[in-house]
């Protein structure tokens, strides 16, 4: 009879990644991945506890950024991201204010929100 010992998970360290900020106007979504774009981690203020309208405050942002960041430092090893915004909700700088509270070194900030170059064709007008 043969032993098989089984391989575990190698620690993987991470010393700088990419954290992608979607900020809308009922929630903010904070996603922290590696160079090759492996999530490490991911956080919402529904996951730190704010529920409803609470949710798309500048506060939970902030606390949902630290919480993401935390997890990821601990876990990874984490210390230097670039960050990437995308939305015009009320998170998006309380966000990124929570991710250098956290202790990740911000090393870029990129605003990625889409804007239409006149895209679509609005509605016709009511009748008067």
Known sequence: MTTVKS???NKKSVQSGVATIQSTF????ISITDEDGEVLGQGSPSRVGFKGAKRSTA????KAAIEVADR???KYGLKEVRVFIKGPGAG???AVK??????LRI???IDR???PHNGCRPRKAPRK
Do not use: S
């Open 92 to 94: 998006r700088n309380a």
């Open 113 to 115: 929100t889409p804007i």
């Open 7 to 9: 391989k575990g998970k």
């Open 98 to 103: 929570g991710l250098d509270t956290a202790g």
């Open 26 to 29: 009922n929630n903010t979504i």
């Open 107 to 109: 090393t870029t900030l």
């Open 72 to 74: 990821v430092i601990k």
């Open 59 to 62: 506060f939970a942002a902030t």
